[in-house]
């Protein structure tokens, strides 16, 4: 069993930036790999980026590439979402999430979730 608590969401303004964090507990959180997806109203959850467990191989889906960053903490049982350049289109509920096979963009690879945390930004 994994359980998950994000943290960090808030309201910024287009052009600004925020950082997620997602705290785990539960099992050997370097075997598992992590997740971000996002869920704006009226979409459908989506795939943001994901991490190894080692850390060492990421991917993003093309919407963030090259403004976002996942980065992990296994000493902290963390995972990180930096998020730079937001634009109004990335307002959503943000949720990470644990898969114990493989980093992915598919939803239904991942067994855990947390509760999201709102991210609003304004134009």
């Known amino acids: 069993q994994v359980q998950l608590v994000e943290s960090g969401g808030g309201l910024v303004q287009a052009g600004g930036s925020l950082r997620l964090s997602c705290a785990a507990s539960?099992?050997?959180?370097?075997?598992?790999?992590m997740g971000w997806f996002r869920q704006a109203p009226g979409k459908e959850r989506e795939f943001v980026a994901a991490?190894?467990?080692?850390?060492?191989?990421?991917y993003y889906a093309n919407s963030v590439k090259g403004r976002f960053t996942i980065s992990r903490d296994n000493a902290k049982n963390t995972v990180y979402l930096q998020m730079n350049s937001l634009k109004p289109e990335d307002t959503a509920v943000y949720y990470c999430?644990?898969?114990?096979?493989?980093?992915?963009?598919?939803?239904?690879?991942?067994?855990?979730w947390g509760q999201g945390t709102q991210v609003t930004v304004s134009s």
């Open positions: 539960g099992r050997t959180f370097s075997r598992v790999a």
């Open positions: 999430a644990a898969s114990p096979s493989t980093a992915t963009r598919l939803t239904g690879e991942y067994n855990y």
């Open positions: 991490i190894t467990g080692s850390g060492d191989v990421a």
